[in-house]
């Protein structure tokens, strides 16, 4: 069974960092993309970054870019982001989403169960 | 930037109704075109790729169409558990992915 379960968030003060951790089983991590995408409360969805299988290849969305972090550890079936200098408006749910390979849309066909991060003084 | 809009925000139907839903983007996308479902407090659930393919273990009566910029996914009888949020998503070169605002089916 495809599992996929992040860790990591929590209540951080405005300029702190957070690492959250996306921890998979029950598919060959190392040949899937990955992506992080999160969810303020109650709105919509907000992509805010991806990584190829290898890691070679990373993209992030401009209202993260220069502060996050995506990483993967392939020998340990794990998948971060590294989240620095946080501002109130990146509070959200966390979720991670595995990429189906080969599909012109990049669908995300798994999701994680999501990790909240709260950014407050 | 690729912008998805959708509408209508919110459709009011009832169990056993068809329901329409409109996805378009501010420049074609060919058919690199995905729809997802969310209900409360879960994570979303992929239901269409490449704009008119069923995922896995989707049911039938979830259908999508279009290409280039007007996307269309229909429902042709909600069951009680289709009363969700649907979100669609664009893969292009910049950025990466774009989600459109929801529409969210509610019971009438």
């Known amino acids: 069974e495809v599992q996929l379960v992040e860790s990591g968030g929590g209540l951080v003060q405005p300029g702190g960092s957070l690492r959250l951790s996306c921890a998979a089983s029950?598919?060959?991590?190392?040949?899937?993309?990955m992506n992080w995408v999160r969810q303020a409360p109650g709105k919509g969805l907000e992509w805010v970054s991806y990584?190829?299988?290898?890691?070679?290849?990373?993209y992030y969305a401009d209202s993260v870019k220069g502060r996050f972090t995506i990483s993967r550890d392939n020998a340990k079936n794990s998948l971060y982001l590294q989240m620095n200098s946080l501002r109130a408006e990146d509070t959200a749910v966390y979720y991670c989403?595995?990429?189906?390979?080969?599909?012109?849309?990049?669908?995300?066909?798994?999701w994680g169960q999501g990790t909240l991060v709260t950014v407050s003084s | 930037e690729i912008v998805l809009t959708q509408s209508p925000a919110t459709l009011s139907l009832s169990p056993g109704e068809r329901a329409t839903l409109s996805c378009r983007a501010s420049q074609s996308v060919s058919s690199y075109l995905a729809w997802y479902q969310q209900k409360p407090g879960q994570a979303p659930r992929l239901l269409i790729y490449d704009a008119s393919n069923r995922a896995t273990g989707i049911p039938a009566r979830f259908s999508g169409s279009g290409s280039g910029t007007d996307f269309t996914l229909t429902i042709s009888s909600l069951e009680p558990e289709d009363f969700a949020v649907y979100y669609c998503?664009?893969?292009?070169?910049?950025?990466?992915?774009?989600f459109g605002g929801g529409t969210k089916v509610e019971i009438k």
């Open positions: 989403a595995r990429v189906i390979p080969g599909r012109y849309s990049y669908p995300l066909d798994y």
């Open positions: 990584i190829s299988s290898s890691g070679s290849t990373i």
């Open positions: 029950g598919f060959t991590f190392s040949s899937y993309e």
């Open positions: 998503q664009q893969r292009s070169n910049w950025p990466l992915f774009t």
